[in-house]
């Protein structure tokens, strides 16, 4: 492990590894949490002044709690696989993308391309995130407190994208068999989404996600449901006017 | 007696060939475009158009059998903690599983490693096929990201960012479904039997400042140990290089026109992108201009088929070459022993290119359970490795009679070209003269 002194803070919260980026470089952080053994007793980091910096707990394959103490550039626990990641602050782009598993929670907002290409766990935005949210999501789940921008879930594949508020332009553009659940407006569908009948196990699979993002006071009824229309699954030359 | 004024003979356009009148026909018989694998087929100036000059006064060759001339060559060391170490300057190109035959990858793997050079994995995800029986494998960063995860992040010995491919500068690709058996499905999450369309964009970067954050990433994931490249399409083959190395690329891949695609448009193979030998001198200068000629290694492809093409590639100032078609075809891709099923086709030995189908007879761009198994991936394997070593062993001959003990000293200075375009493309003296286009007179 690089040296990382004892900070105050670390003293203060008696079991956390605190680790400073304005006194440790953003590699010796990531390589200490790449090189952390499966049942390792270093289960709770903190990283401290990230001050946008990019790539921030990237690759963590271990069940480690982090928590992130303000704003990350761009892809903030990219490829997160087990680890439960809190920013306490906003993420630019590409926050948790090709998450495989755990979960990632962004205090503030999110920009472009948050959660794209994610194959598992699930990714809370307690903000708003920017355009492009869910691109090509392959298993995720991942929940905004507030609204999308346009193009989200552009080619997303597999998993669940709940907004609780609105969603922009051209949603679930060229679709596969992703789930999108909308509680606001949505200013336009891609090509091949449609507005989908919510079903029970649909109500059930919500709430679950609801529950799991820690949200209260809001009703899965309360939801739209999109998705393929499957009508551009094989190439059929009548169809080309859609795209 | 009646005169019979004499006929001309019959005469055919230029314009409207047999091919072009085919294609309208079939064009408005079906109402959608042709979609095809291989690259541009066209006839293009290549590195036929070159010529060696050989050891004369001058200069004095080395003895072919006995003097040394060394061909390894180390790829990423500009910025990797474990650089990629090949005994051979050629090297296997991106391929996927899906578009190949579980088999046919396995015998890429193979046919590399005897060679000791690396095989590349494709839009797919990594095989254990092809992971075991390579032991240098690069891992394409692909837009789809089908199949990508961290854990064959680590697995890989480099990693290639894939921005685009020769036969489609910006064009996504295609894997129709029915190649899509139950195992290409679960790699690429999507459903059993549809169309696959990978994204001509990557997902989560645009432009080379965002690919600099991108690199920075990837290198944090896998702890600055694997080289990574960036691969390209010839398409603007100066800037693109330059904006590589600008954005940290250790190795820069350039694909030309005549490189491979699974399936996509006709139209778009034989349209869009520049030839290979067009890519390899703006490149180069990129480099040079840089100052990171040799520090940042150039990779490449499109068209290479044999030790001539190595041999003058590497004069030009590459650091090694990579091959996709002419490896398939030594595995036994369009082998004429097949040539009443490829009849039954509508087509002939040589001219198959329906990849996309999956109906491949070699066994080779088939998910048929059936056909997948007339590749053999042991004796594939020793076909491409055969066929290396005689690669490489031309390229020697002709290094060592230009008096070079290793292949990455030839120069353009030992070339000549046959036609003005190639001089000009290549940058080396029309044959007879000292005549470069665009570099000395006009």
Not at chain 1, 31 to 41: E, F, I, R, Y
Not at chain 2, 262 to 272: G, L, M, P
Request: charged share 20%; hydrophobic share 40%.
């Amino acid at each position: 492990m690089p040296a990382t002194t004892m900070s105050k803070a670390e003293r203060e919260q008696g079991h956390a590894r605190v680790f400073d980026l304005s006194e440790h470089s953003l590699r010796e952080l990531n390589q200490a949490l790449h090189k952390l053994a499966p049942g390792s007793n270093e289960t709770a980091w903190e990283v401290l002044n990230p001050k946008g910096s990019h790539s921030v707990a990237v690759g963590v394959d271990q069940p480690v709690t982090i928590d992130v103490r303000g704003s990350v550039g761009y892809y903030c626990a990219g490829m997160n696989d087990g680890a439960a990641i809190t920013v306490h602050g906003s993420a630019g782009p590409g926050v948790g993308e090709n998450m495989m598993s755990g979960s990632i929670v962004i205090k503030g907002d999110a920009s472009q391309y948050a959660g794209a290409t994610g194959r598992g766990g699930l990714l809370v935005i307690e903000g708003n995130a920017s355009s492009r949210c869910g691109i090509s999501m392959k298993g995720i789940d991942i929940v905004v407190h507030g609204n999308i921008g346009h193009m989200s879930a552009f080619m997303a594949q597999s998993g669940n994208l709940v907004v609780l508020g609105d969603a922009g332009d051209a949603l679930g553009d060229s679709i596969y068999e992703a789930r999108l659940f909308v509680r606001g407006k949505v200013e336009s569908l891609g090509a091949d989404c449609i507005a989908k009948e919510m079903r029970p196990e649909h109500i059930e699979l919500l709430q679950g996600l609801l529950d799991k993002a820690g949200v209260t006071g809001v009703k899965a009824s309360e939801f739209k449901r999109y998705g393929s229309a499957r009508k551009l699954y094989n190439f059929n030359i009548d169809n080309a006017d859609a795209y | 007696m009646t005169y019979r004024n004499p006929p001309t003979t019959p005469r055919k356009s230029a314009t409207f060939d047999d091919y072009t009148l085919s294609e309208i026909r079939r064009a408005a018989a079906t109402g959608i475009y042709d979609i095809r694998g291989a690259g541009a087929k066209r006839k293009l100036p290549h590195f036929d158009d070159l010529l060696f000059l050989g050891a004369s006064i001058s200069r004095y060759p080395l003895e072919g059998y006995r003097e040394r001339c060394d061909t390894s060559v180390v790829l990423g060391s500009r910025h990797a903690r474990k650089p990629i170490e090949l005994k051979i300057p050629i090297t296997i190109a991106g391929m996927s599983f899906g578009s190949l035959s579980g088999p046919a990858k396995e015998a890429l793997g193979r046919g590399a490693t005897l060679s000791g050079t690396s095989t590349t994995t494709g839009d797919g995800g990594m095989t254990e096929e092809e992971r075991g029986h390579s032991k240098t494998l690069v891992y394409q960063y692909l837009p789809s990201r089908y199949g990508m995860n961290p854990r064959d992040l680590r697995r890989a010995d480099a990693i290639e960012v894939v921005v685009g491919q020769g036969a489609k500068p910006g064009g996504g690709g295609m894997l129709l479904g029915q190649k899509i058996s139950d195992r290409v499905a679960e790699m690429r999450t999507l459903p059993k039997g549809i169309d696959q369309r990978s994204a001509s964009r990557h997902p989560d970067w645009t432009g080379p400042d965002d690919l600099e954050i991108k690199i920075l990433e990837l290198r944090e994931i896998t702890d600055w140990e694997k080289p990574i490249y960036v691969k390209v399409g010839g398409a603007r083959p100066y800037y693109d290089t330059a904006l590589a190395v600008k954005a940290g690329a250790d190795v820069v891949v350039v694909d030309g026109m005549q490189g491979g695609t699974a399936a996509t448009q006709e139209v778009f193979i034989e349209n869009v992108g520049q030839p290979t030998l067009a890519c390899i001198r703006p490149a180069v200068q990129a480099l040079q201009d840089l100052g990171m000629h040799r520090k940042v290694q150039l990779i490449v492809s499109g068209g290479i088929r044999n030790g001539a093409d190595v041999a003058k590639a590497l004069a030009l100032g590459v650091d090694a070459v990579s091959i996709g078609t002419a490896a398939l075809v030594a595995l036994g891709d369009n082998d004429p022993r097949w040539e009443a099923e490829y009849n039954a086709l509508g087509t002939t030995a040589g001219a198959y290119d329906d990849w996309h189908e999956g109906r491949d007879p070699a066994g080779i761009t088939t998910q048929d359970p059936e056909l997948m198994k007339r590749v053999d991936p042991i004796a594939a394997g020793r076909r491409l490795a055969n066929y290396l070593k005689v690669m490489t062993l031309e390229a020697q001959t002709i290094a060592r009679a230009c008096g070079k003990n290793s292949l990455h000293n030839l120069e353009p200075e030992d070339l000549v070209a046959l036609s003005i375009e190639a001089a000009a493309m290549a940058g080396v003296p029309l044959a007879g003269t000292n005549w470069i286009p665009g570099k000395t007179g006009f």
